[in-house]
């Protein structure tokens, strides 16, 4: 009886299936600065994607009434999907839409639920916010098309009485925070992760990873306190395993917390001014192997060569900048004046690191991915790893440390040798 029951309830609910067999990583792609994308450029990021395996887009997307270019540019990104293999689904950015766009929603989730290149597991569809949408009423217009409604839910506790339909739920608390854009002290931990997981009580978790947040416009102006969390958050994964992961993000510029390149297609909305120059490609580099981990279920990533990526800002914090009206971004009070590195290894070896004027600071350390911090000195940055007296790695970035500055910029500069 019990096994009937068991499979009865498999039958009815296909999305357990799938968080039991399959983990899936997607990257949450802002779709509201690429009006001008063809189907090419859409190419050129999914190619970068899953070269270190993520699995899927999360076309965050405004209205057409806010961005005209909306249904092209979702259309553009299921048609480079479809050709590359890969997946994509909809998030629907709440700060522009409401449930009173309910049948409008209907629509373009019914238009892709089935298309190729759709995320699987039922049609995924989430949001950004959003908390309130009744994908009840999406659902009951779709009668012959499973949805899987993972919403961004801003209060983990409402997952216990949701009646919205919900499937599962998103948290966009990826940094150390007390709830929406409070900054407190790092590292980051999991306590919301373990919030959302206790109140889903077995449905799908997708859990935000994020490597940093620093933002400098006049509606907002503060930086999170993420230092070592772009190894830290992944080792975090690890141990939790949620069903989903979701990247935050590909490529907004806006909020510092992109990894792709440099999109030179995409438009600027202000973000230049921090972003420009500061790659984040590295964070790939770093990445892939969590992401192969995260999908295997393995405890560690293992890694096949030796690779070393650094990141540091590039002012030291208490560095008064003497053109910006806006003035410090909330949170720098918080931040540590050091430069990270994590070293990639085949086996052990000793890591050498010269930050500007300081004297050169060498350290063991062992193989696989190791996080390690050195003080910040104004200057050049150097980096070295020797194993039995042998130099493998070294370099010197191409950014310094510098003791002035125009604008504030709490951006990382991201590096990776070789």
């Not at 959302?196 to 400098?216: E, Q």
Request: aromatic share 12%.
């Amino acid at each position: 009886m019990a096994k009937r029951l068991f499979t009865a309830l498999l039958a009815a609910m296909p999305w357990m299936v799938e968080a039991q067999t399959t983990k899936a990583v997607y990257a949450h792609f802002i779709v509201g600065i690429v009006e001008n994308y063809t189907v090419d450029d859409w190419k050129a990021d999914i190619t970068q994607a899953q070269a270190i395996g993520i699995d899927g887009f999360a076309l965050n997307c405004a209205p057409p009434r806010i961005d005209s270019y909306t249904p092209k540019q979702l259309a553009n990104a299921y048609q480079a999907a479809q050709a590359l293999n890969f997946k994509m689904f909809i998030s629907f950015d709440f700060a522009y839409w409401s449930t009173g766009d309910t049948p409008e929603i209907t629509s373009i989730v019914g238009n892709y639920s089935s298309h190729p290149a759709q995320a699987h597991g039922g049609a995924i569809v989430s949001t950004f916010v959003g908390d309130n949408m009744d994908w009840n009423a999406v659902k009951k217009a779709l009668p012959n098309q499973k949805i899987t409604a993972l919403p961004n839910i801003q209060d983990p506790n409402y997952l216990a009485s949701a009646q919205t339909g919900l499937d599962g739920a998103f948290s966009w608390y990826a940094w150390p925070t007390d709830g929406g854009n409070s900054i407190i002290p790092g590292p980051m931990t999991t306590i919301w992760d373990n919030r959302f997981i206790s109140n889903l009580a077995g449905r799908p978790y997708m859990a935000p990873v994020s490597p940093w947040f620093f933002t400098h416009f006049n509606t907002k102006n503060w930086v999170f306190i993420c230092e070592n969390q772009p190894t830290l958050r992944w080792e975090q994964m690890l141990q939790l395993k949620p069903s989903l992961v979701e990247i935050v993000t590909w490529n907004d510029f806006g909020e510092s917390h992109y990894i792709s390149g440099s999109q030179p297609h995409h438009s600027d909305d202000g973000s230049s001014a921090w972003a420009t120059g500061y790659p984040h490609d590295g964070f790939r580099t770093l990445w892939a192997p969590y992401i192969a981990a995260y999908k295997s279920g393995a405890a560690k990533p293992t890694v096949k060569s030796d690779q070393l990526v650094y990141w540091y800002r590039t002012t030291p914090k208490n560095t008064v900048c003497t053109g910006d009206t806006l003035g410090v971004p909330n949170g720098v009070q918080l931040l540590a004046d050091v430069v990270f590195v994590a070293t990639m290894l085949t086996s052990p070896a000793q890591l050498t690191v010269t930050s500007g004027g300081n004297a050169p600071v060498t350290v063991t350390v062992p193989a696989g991915i190791q996080t390690t911090n050195f003080t910040m000195g104004v200057g050049n940055q150097s980096f070295s790893v020797s194993r039995n007296g042998q130099k493998i790695l070294g370099g010197t970035s191409a950014k310094a440390i510098a003791n002035s500055c125009v604008k504030y910029n709490y951006n990382p500069y991201v590096g990776v040798l070789p």
